[in-house]
């Protein structure tokens, strides 16, 4: 097996583990979820939702998403910065491309590559991680049960 193939794999395996994080958001749109990896290990997760402390109900009565629902690339970020880790050098795997103050966050953490399945419907925030040199691939996936039996 290739560098490059065992790269794909490894890809693969922990997209698979950032979709079944996502299953521990609490919002009805939309369920999405990250995990921060730095020398084969993880170092963060995180899902979309709603801060520390809040009710966890991240739509309002009309269904649209709360103003404070945090991303769950945000909720990883900030999580390894309150742990003695450093995301410097590392990869992000998350189920839906970024959003533009989502790619600030991941730039300014000094993650150097992103891995997504879903392509957010704006692509300024892949867009600009590109303009910053850092590595973004998509990995297409059919469904979760595709992937679990894989």
Known sequence: MTDKEKQTLLDRRYLKMAMIWAQNSYCKRRKVGAIIVKDKMIISDGYNGTPSGFENICEDKLNHTKPYVL????????????????????????????????????????????????????????????????????????????????
């Open 71 to 150: 991303h769950a690339e945000a909720n990883a970020i900030t999580k390894v910065a309150k742990s003695n880790n450093s995301s410097e050098g590392s990869t992000l795997y998350v189920t839906s491309s970024p959003c533009l103050e989502c790619a600030k966050l991941i730039i300014q953490a000094g993650i150097k590559r992103v891995v997504f399945t879903e392509s957010y419907r704006i692509e300024d925030g892949t867009e600009l991680l590109k303009r910053a040199e850092i590595e973004v691939n998509q990995v297409e996936l059919q469904n979760i049960g595709e992937l679990l039996n894989e």
